[in-house]
């Protein structure tokens, strides 16, 4: 034995020195740390696909023994299950996280609840999601459901800038720097902690601008706590689900790319409304339910402008868009120019995002008003909207969404994130609220004017449809409701 081992077998002992128990209970400690020192053995490989056991560590050796004088039974270590987290580099991008385990789980395991006892300042959870989002809704932090820790081959990660493990709170973690866009303060860090008393992984991250010690601080007060209660593992989340699904999501969830096109036959475009018209558009209630129904629409009011003097109520402007679309007001008052970004994604292994070349391109404001019409007989409440722009452009008998990209480049942006064709001022009451983007209320025969404005490139201004659908592309439903050409 070396002095280190010697050392620590004799700290154990210390804590327990002044402890008055039974003779059975101190020969059950002196058991616990013979049959510690015959577990152990070299360090842990650092290979991801080869499987060992880890070393126990000082606080687990503490805990055995710590409950060997409380007189807890041996047969409970005998089926604690061990894991050890591993972290792999492939390519100059591209981390693995494994996480060894050499037992099946078994049908049944201890619920958990989670507690945050640490929010970042200016950040809430999102009630509409599961993560805290800042006021202007640019970055967020999320902690997902603790995951079982079952049999499964490593998670790779790609577009790693960074990843390095640390213990949190007693817990062995994972922590990786993720950037996948050319935004090098654009971040999608996620973080692993290990919760191995208690068979799970809990999976963190942040997104937008959010900061990486404020995760931290968040896993350094985060409590699993048991409560009481077994609950199938087939109801669970499980880590070889992340593996398979690095967004934690069920097969279930993940949309079918077939609802999802970007070309679509002149037959399948044949329900194009005009401004005045009125048809029948799809929402759904906030209810906890989403229940579905029917509403009349029609656009009216459409303009373009090289100013914001179109935007009656600044509250109304989506938070993550007002600093942007003000960045874009000269001293005269007049939109400046913005610059198109031409971007390479890059492998995320041995390659990053880059720009390969810019250019750039004068902006417009466009407004349009809708109006919704209740044609049932009875009354909503929070009623759900979405109004986007669609750039379509027609190749023979092919519509098509208008593409910039070509040979040199896989996508391109706008530096300024404010021009962009998602929803970005919604006015539901014509001044004085923030934005929504539901209809607090709607009676029977009752109409309402919703008032909605965006940033666009100039030369997309012809191009442009409107889709009451809310989608960026083609799909089944919203081409069957119809989009609206603007005629601009």
Not at 45 to 56: F, G, M, Y
Not at 99 to 117: C, D, N, R, W, Y
Request: aromatic letters at 8%; hydrophobic letters at 35%.
């Amino acid at each position: 034995m070396n002095t280190t081992e010697q050392n620590r077998d004799q700290r154990i002992r210390d804590i327990y020195k002044n402890v008055q128990t039974p003779d059975s209970v101190k020969e059950r400690i002196n058991e616990t740390l013979n049959a510690i020192k015959q577990q152990e053995g070299s360090a842990a490989a650092t290979q991801i696909r080869k499987k060992h056991k880890k070393p126990l560590s000082f606080r687990k050796i503490t805990a055995i023994a710590a409950a060997a004088a409380l007189g807890v039974g041996g047969t409970v270590f005998a089926a604690e299950r061990i894991y050890q987290m591993h972290l792999n580099q492939n390519g100059k991008y591209q981390s693995d996280i494994g996480i060894s385990t050499e037992q099946a789980l078994p049908e049944e395991v201890e619920a958990v609840e989670v507690k945050a006892g640490y929010i970042p300042e200016g950040f809430a959870l999102d009630p509409d999601k599961d993560y805290y989002v800042n006021e202007s809704k640019d970055s967020g932090y999320y902690v997902h459901e603790p995951a079982l820790i079952d049999e499964a081959d490593p998670l790779s990660l790609l577009y790693v800038t960074d990843a390095e493990t640390m213990t949190i709170d007693g817990h062995e973690a994972v922590y990786l720097s993720i950037s996948e866009s050319t935004d090098k303060d654009w971040r999608g860090d996620k973080l692993f902690v290990l919760y191995e008393e208690m068979d799970r992984v809990l999976p963190m991250g942040i997104w937008g601008h959010a900061d990486k010690d404020e995760l931290i601080k968040m896993a350094e007060n985060i409590e699993l706590t048991p409560t009481g209660k077994k609950t199938a593992v087939s109801e669970l989340p499980l880590w070889s689900e992340i593996v398979n699904r690095p967004e934690g999501k069920k097969a279930a969830e993940e949309p079918d790319d077939s609802t999802y096109f970007n070309e679509a036959s002149e037959e399948q475009m044949a329900n194009v409304h005009q401004v005045g018209d009125r048809f029948q558009v799809e929402s759904t209630l906030k209810d906890g339910e989403s229940t579905v129904i029917q509403l009349e629409a029609s656009v009216k009011n459409v303009q373009v402008a090289d100013d914001l003097s179109l935007i009656t109520n600044e509250e109304a402007i989506w938070p993550d868009t007002y600093e942007s679309w003000k960045e874009l007001v000269g001293p005269d008052g007049k939109l400046l120019p913005d610059t198109l970004l031409y971007q390479r994604q890059g492998d995320g292994v041995d390659s990053m995002p880059e720009i390969v070349r810019t250019e750039e391109t004068k902006v417009k404001l466009v407004y349009a008003e809708v109006e919704y019409k209740n044609t049932d007989s009875k009354a909503y409440q929070d009623v759900w909207y979405f109004a986007d722009l669609i750039p379509i452009v027609k190749e023979g008998d092919t519509y098509k969404i208008f593409d910039r990209t070509d040979e040199t480049c896989d996508y391109v942006d706008n530096e300024n994130t404010g021009v962009r064709h998602e929803m970005c001022y919604a006015d539901v009451s014509g001044g004085g609220s923030g934005p929504k983007n539901y209809i607090p209320e709607l009676q029977p025969g009752e109409s309402v004017t919703i008032r909605f404005a965006w940033l666009v490139n100039e030369d997309e201004l012809d191009k442009l449809y409107l889709n009451l659908n809310g989608n960026l592309v083609f799909t089944e439903k919203g081409l069957e409701i119809g989009f609206v050409d603007l005629n601009l």
